[in-house]
């Protein structure tokens, strides 16, 4: 079982829609939590940290569980634009310092 | 503030010859990563530099595969000799520091080994 697990899709929905990504995490000593938006044939970029209270960011929300180490990440009004590759990643201390554990990614499109 | 730079953005070689990617890391980051990511799957963890020392190669296969950042800012990752499973995206990442806080990647290095 890999330590990072996500959905990896498609999934297919209209402009407009809402659509919701899970990620589940299986060490408990996992500390911080990010989404990343991947485009094709591009390098990862962070789209938001994901906070134990919940965070926001437009039509981006982010949501933590830790009790049952799953982060969300839900997109409200889903654009054409918003269609790529979704990467959950968790953070975690090992020997001494702090790593960085990628999931498959979740490929999103967006159809007009 | 200016980004991770990497080179070269793509390099095709055959199987059996060396091949050095560069990366420069965003000014005063400490920490410095390269990942390679295989099409269809995330980055995957090659070596972590905190300044000019090795923090974790566990995943690097050292037969073939080497790194250093002699100076702690700029970094070179080597294949030799290439093979074919190596065809995927080489991506170079930094943060301020090692700890809970977000990276940010270059643009990445495509390798084709034919």
């Known amino acids: 079982r890999k330590e990072v697990e996500q959905d990896p899709g498609p999934f297919n929905v209209p402009e407009g829609a809402t659509v919701a990504f899970n990620c589940t995490y299986s060490?408990?000593?996992?500390?911080?939590f990010f989404w990343y938006r991947q485009d094709c044939r591009k390098e990862p970029k962070l789209l938001m940290s994901v906070y134990s209270s919940g965070n926001e960011d437009g039509r981006f929300t982010a949501q933590l569980n830790r009790a049952s180490q799953y982060i969300s990440l839900l997109i409200r009004d889903s654009k054409l634009s918003d269609s790529a590759t979704y990467l959950c990643v968790v953070n975690r201390p090992t020997s001494g310092t702090y790593k960085y554990i990628f999931g498959t990614g979740t490929r999103l499109k967006v159809l007009a | 503030e200016a980004g991770v730079a990497q080179s070269p953005r793509y390099k095709i070689i055959e199987k059996r010859q060396s091949v050095a990617f560069w990366c420069n890391p965003i000014s005063g980051h400490a920490t410095l990563y390269w990942y390679q990511q295989i099409l269809g799957q995330g980055p995957k963890l090659l070596i972590q530099f905190q300044n000019n020392g090795v923090v974790d190669d566990s995943q690097l296969p050292k037969d073939r595969f080497s790194a250093e950042r002699l100076k702690g800012v700029d970094s070179t990752l080597k294949i030799q000799p290439a093979k074919l499973e190596d065809s995927a995206v080489y991506l170079c990442?930094?943060?301020?520091?090692?700890?809970?806080?977000?990276?940010?990647f270059g643009d990445g290095t495509r390798l084709s080994i034919l």
């Open positions: 990442a930094s943060s301020p520091r090692t700890g809970p806080q977000p990276q940010h």
């Open positions: 060490n408990s000593a996992s500390q911080s």
